[in-house]
């Protein structure tokens, strides 16, 4: 073990020396998070990989994709180590899994040779070349680590859409979950066209412009495409598909209730103009596991829907804070002085991470996952990451070596998951046996990662966690 850690440091050097003679900002200056960079390729490939034959084209082409990423990344960090490189140029050895992909969507998912060569070469360029532009693009924001696992988050996100949108065109979804996966994938391509248009055209961030920009786009292209793919109304099946039974209705108001509390303590908080401690921080994830639970015990789909609504919504928010667009753009830029911590920087990327995190799960595509993986990222980051930081901040007086967070800490983080777990074990939750001995290890050596690691919490803890109880 020490053999192999003294090694990863020696890696960990020479990558981080590579990007700072590129000029490429990294958010930490000692720690690149390497281990997280394959943990949304191994997700995928685990989540096809445990399917059983009922398996999806959906599930079996991000599945692919996942071993490629994961492939992409030892090209990545292969390409960094070499001395004297220049990062940001595009390299042979980013052909490696594009070559990977395009035979195996031509040999195992019977793709035509155009639409295989195609997919290949652009996982293959945005997993490894992309990650280095998003570092370029947004200096400071990211560890390589985390710019890697946001690149293939949305190169699998992209995947997934341009198969299954054409798919729902020829063959119009029946069952709700399939109707949410579409309207979710064409308004979240409705936000990332918005996001690219005004980072390329300055001449669409005045607010006329813009508001003209999101208002057409939604009236001309969003609403009339859903209409055509799911050969109905997607606004009149979203009111349908909330008001139809009163569990729905209920939870909706649930969730009414925890934004209006959510809502007042950012207002709150502006009004006082102090800066936000990490335990007022936490509150977010108290709300979210609030909102979280329930939603996944009784209302999956609804809680899956509602999930990619926010995103947007969360997305389209930050724009209107970046470009200081009123009436709302002073207010959020108040807000993101006072709420931001160390690893925000241009963007508020927590409160995306903490969404996403929490919801990564719920996005897999696969509707076999039992209750316990499904629940990776409230277990992690809702629970024990914030009963961690609560009980630390508090009471914690012996530090981890070489770290600011305590003991204490870490044993409250262990100790809430496990009430948690056996909780939902005594109400038969929990599968099996097997199953529950696995997530109390698991528990423990997630947290133990949480103790000792520099990376998000948000977007690191949820996969580690889901791995581990499902691999």
Same mark, same amino acid.
Request: some cysteine.
């Given at each position: 073990?020490?053999?192999?850690?003294?090694h990863?440091?020696?890696?960990?050097?020479?990558?981080?020396?590579?990007?700072?003679?590129?000029?490429?900002?990294?958010?930490?200056?000692?720690?690149?998070?390497?281990?997280l960079?394959?943990?949304?390729?191994?997700?995928?490939?685990?989540?096809f990989?445990?399917?059983?034959t009922?398996?999806?084209?959906?599930?079996?082409?991000?599945?692919?994709?996942?071993?490629? &990423?994961?492939?992409?990344?030892?090209?990545?960090?292969?390409?960094?180590?070499?001395?004297?490189?220049?990062?940001?140029d +595009?390299?042979?050895?980013? /052909?490696?899994?594009?070559?990977?992909?395009?035979? &195996?969507?031509?040999?195992?998912? *019977?793709?035509?040779?155009l639409?295989?060569?195609?997919?290949?070469?652009?996982?293959?360029?945005?997993?490894?070349?992309?990650?280095?532009?998003?570092m370029? $693009?947004? #200096?400071?924001? +990211?560890?390589?680590?985390?710019?890697?696992?946001?690149? =293939?988050?949305?190169?699998?996100?992209l995947l997934?859409?341009?198969? $299954?949108?054409?798919?729902?065109?020829?063959?119009?979804?029946? =069952?709700?979950?399939?109707?949410?996966?579409?309207?979710?994938?064409?308004?979240?391509?409705?936000?990332?066209?918005?996001?690219?248009?005004?980072?390329?055209?300055?001449?669409?961030?005045g607010?006329?412009?813009?508001?003209?920009?999101?208002?057409?786009? &939604?009236?001309?292209?969003?609403?009339?495409?859903? =209409?055509?793919?799911?050969?109905?109304?997607?606004?009149l099946?979203?009111?349908? /598909?909330?008001?139809?039974?009163?569990?729905?209705?209920?939870?909706?108001?649930?969730?009414?209730?925890?934004?209006?509390?959510?809502?007042?303590?950012?207002?709150?908080?502006?009004?006082?103009?102090?800066?936000?401690?990490?335990?007022?921080?936490?509150?977010?994830?108290?709300?979210?596991?609030?909102?979280?639970?329930?939603?996944?015990?009784?209302?999956?789909?609804?809680?899956?829907?509602?999930?990619?609504?926010?995103?947007t919504? +969360?997305?389209?928010?930050?724009?209107?804070?970046i470009? *200081?667009? #009123? #009436?709302?753009?002073?207010?959020?830029?108040?807000?993101f002085?006072?709420?931001?911590?160390?690893?925000?920087?241009?963007?508020?990327l927590?409160?995306?991470?903490?969404?996403?995190?929490?919801?990564?799960?719920?996005w897999?595509?696969?509707?076999?996952?039992?209750?316990?993986?499904?629940m990776?990222?409230?277990?992690?980051?809702?629970?024990?990451?914030?009963?961690?930081?609560?009980?630390?901040s508090?009471w914690?007086? =012996?530090?981890?070596?070489?770290?600011?967070?305590?003991?204490?800490?870490?044993?409250?983080?262990?100790?809430?998951?496990?009430?948690?777990?056996?909780?939902?074990?005594?109400?038969?939750?929990?599968?099996?046996?097997?199953?529950?001995?696995?997530s109390?290890?698991s528990?423990?050596?997630?947290?133990?990662?949480?103790?000792?690691?520099?990376?998000?919490? $948000?977007?690191?803890?949820?996969?580690?966690?889901?791995?581990?109880?499902?691999?």
């Amino acid at each position: 073990m020490e053999i192999l850690t003294r090694h990863y440091d020696v890696l960990e050097k020479r990558i981080l020396s590579s990007l700072a003679g590129n000029d490429l900002r990294h958010r930490t200056t000692d720690c690149s998070g390497l281990w997280l960079g394959p943990l949304i390729g191994l997700s995928a490939l685990i989540t096809f990989l445990k399917e059983d034959t009922s398996y999806s084209e959906i599930c079996l082409l991000t599945g692919i994709a996942g071993g490629s &990423l994961v492939i992409s990344c030892v090209c990545l960090y292969t390409r960094l180590m070499t001395a004297n490189v220049a990062a940001k140029d +595009f390299h042979v050895v980013y /052909f490696l899994p594009a070559i990977m992909l395009s035979t &195996l969507f031509l040999l195992l998912a *019977n793709k035509g040779l155009l639409v295989s060569v195609t997919w290949g070469l652009t996982v293959g360029s945005l997993s490894t070349w992309g990650v280095i532009q998003l570092m370029s $693009n947004l #200096p400071g924001c +990211f560890t390589l680590g985390e710019a890697t696992a946001v690149m =293939h988050g949305i190169v699998l996100f992209l995947l997934s859409t341009f198969t $299954n949108l054409p798919l729902r065109y020829h063959l119009p979804p029946i =069952h709700d979950n399939d109707i949410a996966t579409a309207i979710l994938q064409v308004i979240i391509l409705y936000i990332l066209a918005i996001c690219m248009l005004c980072a390329n055209f300055p001449k669409l961030r005045g607010p006329t412009q813009f508001y003209l920009l999101v208002i057409g786009m &939604l009236l001309v292209i969003v609403l009339p495409a859903l =209409h055509i793919i799911l050969d109905q109304s997607p606004v009149l099946w979203i009111l349908s /598909f909330i008001f139809s039974t009163s569990d729905r209705i209920l939870l909706l108001l649930y969730w009414a209730g925890c934004l209006f509390i959510a809502s007042v303590a950012v207002v709150f908080q502006v009004l006082r103009n102090s800066q936000a401690t990490t335990s007022v921080r936490k509150i977010f994830h108290v709300l979210a596991v609030m909102v979280y639970i329930p939603g996944l015990i009784w209302q999956p789909t609804f809680l899956y829907l509602a999930s990619g609504v926010v995103l947007t919504l +969360f997305s389209l928010i930050e724009l209107l804070r970046i470009l *200081n667009l #009123p #009436p709302l753009g002073s207010f959020l830029q108040d807000g993101f002085s006072l709420f931001a911590d160390e690893k925000d920087s241009m963007i508020s990327l927590t409160p995306l991470y903490l969404l996403s995190g929490l919801s990564a799960t719920l996005w897999m595509p696969t509707e076999s996952m039992g209750l316990l993986p499904l629940m990776s990222g409230v277990l992690t980051i809702g629970i024990g990451d914030t009963s961690a930081s609560l009980v630390g901040s508090h009471w914690g007086k =012996h530090k981890w070596m070489e770290s600011e967070k305590s003991i204490e800490g870490t044993i409250a983080c262990v100790v809430s998951q496990l009430i948690v777990i056996f909780g939902l074990a005594t109400f038969g939750y929990v599968e099996s046996t097997s199953l529950l001995v696995r997530s109390v290890c698991s528990v423990i050596l997630v947290s133990l990662v949480e103790a000792r690691t520099e990376q998000v919490d $948000n977007l690191a803890l949820p996969f580690l966690m889901y791995l581990c109880l499902t691999f």
